[in-house]
């Protein structure tokens, strides 16, 4: 089993629908990492969480440490949100982070 | 965005070829790490390192070396390439370990034939 599971591994919706990822993990942790994998290859930091909930314009990042287990919310979906999204935890224990397989999204218009 | 540059950007060798890929930074950033990305496995971190000359294995080691000589450049050797190391190889930079954004290279894109 992975320490870090997402779901769903695929994901399509229509343009203007709310869409949830979600990720658990199975360590203890400092922080959790919301990623975005744009399909040009390019790797950008959406979101670091410790606790509560995080938003940047129509995205929003929850966790629950005590479950264990991190939210990725999109509102009114767009095309341009097609991307693949990682969650990654960085280890109490160490210096590294450790990757979910990832969220491949499509949004059609 | 961070100042991370790699190169190549892609390149394509023969097995049994050595390759070095390089990352700079201009962000003074202490830690910097390579990770490669395969289809159906996650980002896997080959090594790390916290500093000038010190560095430290990830999970995915075997037939890597990596230097670090400056602040500013990671260097990752293949010491004789294999199909297997087919990949996509990023490169990230974090000002400390766990609690701090990484942020990541453009990417290598290598074919070993």
């Known amino acids: 089993k992975n320490e870090v599971e997402q779901s769903p591994q695929n994901l399509t919706a229509q343009e203007g629908e709310f869409i949830t990822i979600n990720c658990s993990y199975s360590v203890g942790i400092s922080a959790l990492h919301w990623l975005q994998q744009h399909p040009g290859g390019g790797i950008v930091s959406l979101f670091m969480l410790s606790s509560g909930k995080k938003k940047h314009g129509r995205l929003i990042a929850t966790i629950n440490i005590q479950e264990k287990h991190s939210s990725l919310h999109i509102t009114a979906s767009h095309p341009r949100d097609s991307a693949v999204y990682i969650c990654?935890?960085?280890?109490?224990?160490?210096?590294?982070?450790?990757f979910g397989e990832g969220t491949q999204l499509t949004v059609n218009p | 965005d961070a100042g991370i540059t790699q190169s190549p950007r892609h390149k394509v060798t023969e097995t049994g070829t050595p390759v070095t890929l390089r990352c700079h930074q201009t962000e003074n950033h202490r830690y910097m790490y390579w990770y490669r990305q395969d289809p159906g496995h996650g980002l896997r971190l080959i090594h790390y390192s916290y500093g000038v000359k010190d560095t430290d294995k990830g999970e995915v080691s075997d037939g890597y070396s990596v230097s670090r000589s400056k602040t500013e450049d990671f260097l990752l050797t293949l010491e004789s390439a294999t199909s297997s190391q087919t990949s996509v190889y990023f490169c990230?930079?974090?000002?400390?370990?766990?609690?701090?954004?990484?942020?990541f290279g453009p990417g290598t894109r290598l074919t070993v034939t």
């Open positions: 990654a935890v960085g280890e109490t224990s160490g210096s590294r982070l450790t």
């Open positions: 990230a930079i974090s000002y400390s370990s766990g609690i701090y954004e990484q942020y």
